[in-house]
């Protein structure tokens, strides 16, 4: 009964302390821009079994790839255990999904054999981190905190799966000692317990609650510093490759505000689609984090930071500024500045600071050739190219800032049709003296 | 297509010429090769000549959308004036803009790349290519990011390409993995960012690794970047630079 109670309390800190967490970032959330609408719900869902579940894009490295995709797909199966464990110790049962029987075996057998695959996995990942010098974990953005960040989640990690294992092998142990019906199948806990055979019943039961708490708290741990680190990806990037724009890569997002205000130069008699009077004025494109959309504050809570987009951007490969990685992690580094000031003194407050120049700069963003390789290679579907482009966008038409050569550009797209400085009448030269139907 | 459209002709295709096709030097030859291409085939089309304008591409995605919806608008009215349904691109740009990117402003017709065009042909038996003219030339293929990654057009250049020669050779960076060659998103029109390198030269090196005699490209963009690349490397002799168009052209002897 003490246990349970003790556990109450546990549980109850934790998702007290959780829900605290995400009412904020709900509120930070209010704060942005809508994107598109979430539909086809048939095709999303597609969508996250391939990239999500399937870690089709992870597999874009294949060795690393692999060892990720154990990572993930152990936690799924773990994650059955878990839920089990809260269960039993809300209500002071024990292996209270036993009655699933075979199934049952299997899900323990498999979050047996994934807890010492994982183990190993993560020794790889950690080994790289703090031996290997990889180039894609370095750049401006990778501050000495993001380093730091990733080492503690990794270790936490080792230790969760070396309590489920010590767990399990106390368990089985135990149960053998007293003989007892052992429920589920632990292949690699069984081998270990022999290892540390010729305990006594107390001591392998001490042993049992000993793991059953580290894991448990670990658990709970765990999940509350989540949202504050780089590992949020873990809840995060299966809904946001669920949320994945489902349209083709190369398509920018159309503009509606700007499409009134053409149409209304066009065509002054469509002057009553425009807005009522007194609506308030957008803004054209990104300068600070609240202009961003949903979308693009999503995405940037669930970046990994493992930086595969960075490592394929032309632009960063030849030495550019522009990293596609700093875009996202700096949209979300303003978000918690100035989040919750926002929240806290209304939408008109200012810091004197903004997403653009204060964390981006334009050079950082006239390096982008659109070429969409981050996009594409992000294992969790973030688009980095709109947001780059709703930048952009704010430069040019709140500022009217591009480089020299862009405005010569525009105004000869403006006066000719094309972006040279040549005639329309001239359009045809090409098709001089050819024999064919051409008009 | 004034000229059809007045006699009351309306031709199966629009073939967009687009700004390179128009103006670029090098790229004009593009535009003629496909066009004999087109007239051998005895495929419908017309072109717009002077009332073709800009799609706005290089606008859009130098952040001026205002301008950029100008243009579309524009050329939107133009087709549905002309009862365009169906339009052929030689650029991937316009491809692409007019695809994914016109129908949210009203623009709603079919879209084929000219290599989506020449590769059903070929698979159809109508486009019959004469494999003996290019076949020893080592040919390498540069992705256009629009056609590539944005569109997801990867097959059918190749199979293309591998019916003009028997020494096709992929680079290392090929298909989704492809670099850019540094010139898409307006940066065609400007001096490069500061950095090491520029992108063309780094995509250039790819080429080179493979040890091509012809490198093949898809984008009037790609094709002005390979071709400064090549001559930055002092490799414009060697080794040529044609758009994929062209080499079809040869083949056939048009
Ligand atoms: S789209 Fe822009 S940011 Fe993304 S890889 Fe290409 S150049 Fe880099
Ligand atoms: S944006 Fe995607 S690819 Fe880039 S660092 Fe974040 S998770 Fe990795």
């Known amino acids: 009964m003490i246990k349970q109670i003790v556990f109450a309390i546990a549980l109850l800190i934790t998702l007290g302390a959780f829900t605290f967490t995400i009412l904020r970032i709900i509120s930070f959330f209010k704060l942005t821009k809508k994107a598109f609408p979430v539909r086809d719900f048939g095709k999303r869902f597609g969508v996250m079994m391939e990239v999500a579940f399937g870690q089709t894009k992870i597999f874009r490295r294949p060795v690393i790839g692999f060892l990720h995709a154990l990572v993930f797909w152990g936690f799924c199966v773990i994650l059955i255990g878990s839920i089990e464990m809260v269960i039993d110790g809300l209500f002071g049962t024990d292996k209270v999904l036993k009655f699933l029987g075979l199934f049952y075996d299997i899900i323990m057998a498999s979050g047996d054999v994934f807890a010492l695959l994982i183990a190993i996995s993560i020794l790889v990942f950690l080994f790289r981190r703090v031996f290997l010098h990889i180039k894609r974990f370095e750049g401006i953005e990778m501050k000495k905190i993001s380093h730091l960040d990733a080492n503690i989640a990794l270790s936490i990690i080792l230790f969760l799966m070396l309590s489920l294992l010590g767990m399990n092998s106390a368990y089985y142990s135990h149960t053998t000692l007293v003989g007892g019906t052992i429920e589920g199948v632990y292949p690699v806990s069984k081998f270990l317990s022999a290892i540390f055979s010729g305990l006594t019943t107390d001591s392998t039961l001490v042993q049992y609650e000993i793991f059953w708490w580290m894991h448990i708290l670990l658990i709970f741990l765990f999940a509350n510093m989540l949202p504050y680190s780089k590992h949020f990806h873990v809840f995060m990037s299966v809904p946001n490759v669920f949320l994945s724009r489902l349209e083709p890569l190369g398509k920018l997002p159309n503009m509606d505000n700007v499409t009134r205000e053409v149409k209304l130069m066009m065509d002054p008699n469509t002057a009553f689609a425009t807005p009522a009077a007194g609506a308030p004025i957008e803004r054209f494109g990104v300068k600070d984090a609240e202009d961003a959309s949903w979308k693009n504050y999503f995405d940037s809570l669930a970046c990994t930071e493992c930086g595969r987009c960075t490592s394929v951007c032309p632009a960063n490969i030849t030495g550019k500024k522009l990293s596609p990685r700093k875009v996202i992690m700096d949209l979300r580094a303003r978000m918690k500045e100035k989040g919750p000031m926002l929240v806290k003194n209304g939408k008109d407050y200012t810091d004197n600071k903004s997403l653009l120049r204060d964390y981006i700069s334009e050079e950082e963003l006239w390096a982008c050739t659109t070429c969409n390789a981050c996009a594409k290679e992000c294992p969790i579907n973030i688009n980095h190219p709109t947001l780059i482009i709703d930048m952009r966008r704010y430069l040019v038409m709140e500022e009217g800032s591009a480089p020299g050569e862009l405005k010569a550009v525009f105004s000869n797209i403006e006066n000719n049709g094309a972006p040279w400085q040549y005639s329309s009448e001239d359009r045809l030269l090409w098709a001089a003296d050819l024999e064919m139907n051409v008009k | ?254």
């Open chain 2, 1 to 254: 297509m004034a000229d059809l459209f007045g006699r009351g002709e309306k031709p199966e295709y629009l073939f967009w010429v687009g700004c390179a096709g128009a103006y670029d030097d090098r790229y004009k030859k593009v535009a003629r090769a496909f066009t004999k291409i087109l007239t051998h085939l005895n495929v419908s089309f017309a072109v717009l000549g002077k009332e073709e304008s800009c799609t706005g591409d290089p606008a859009r995605r130098a952040g001026n959308e205002m301008l950029y919806q100008m243009q579309a608008l524009q050329n939107i009215e133009l087709f549905k004036m002309y009862e365009v349904k169906k339009i052929i691109t030689i650029c991937p740009h316009c491809f692409n803009i007019f695809k994914n990117e016109y129908p949210d402003l009203g623009g709603n017709c079919e879209v084929i790349s000219y290599v989506q065009l020449l590769d059903k042909f070929m698979d159809e038996g109508k486009l019959k290519l004469d494999a003996s003219k290019l076949k020893n030339n080592r040919i390498t293929y540069h992705d256009p990011c629009y056609l590539g990654r944005s569109n997801d057009i990867y097959d059918e250049p190749r199979s293309i390409l591998k019916s003009l020669t028997t020494n096709y050779v992929e680079m290392d960076r090929n298909k989704s993995f492809a670099l850019c060659c540094g010139a898409g998103g307006a940066q065609m029109f400007k001096e490069a960012e500061k950095g090491n390198k520029e992108v063309f030269i780094e995509r250039t090196e790819d080429a080179l690794k493979t040890n091509p005699k012809i490198i093949a490209t898809a984008c009037p963009f790609c094709m002005t970047m390979m071709t400064d690349g090549l001559k930055y490397k002092n490799k414009e002799e060697e080794i040529k630079n044609y758009d994929i168009a062209e080499l079809i052209a040869i083949s056939l002897e048009l």
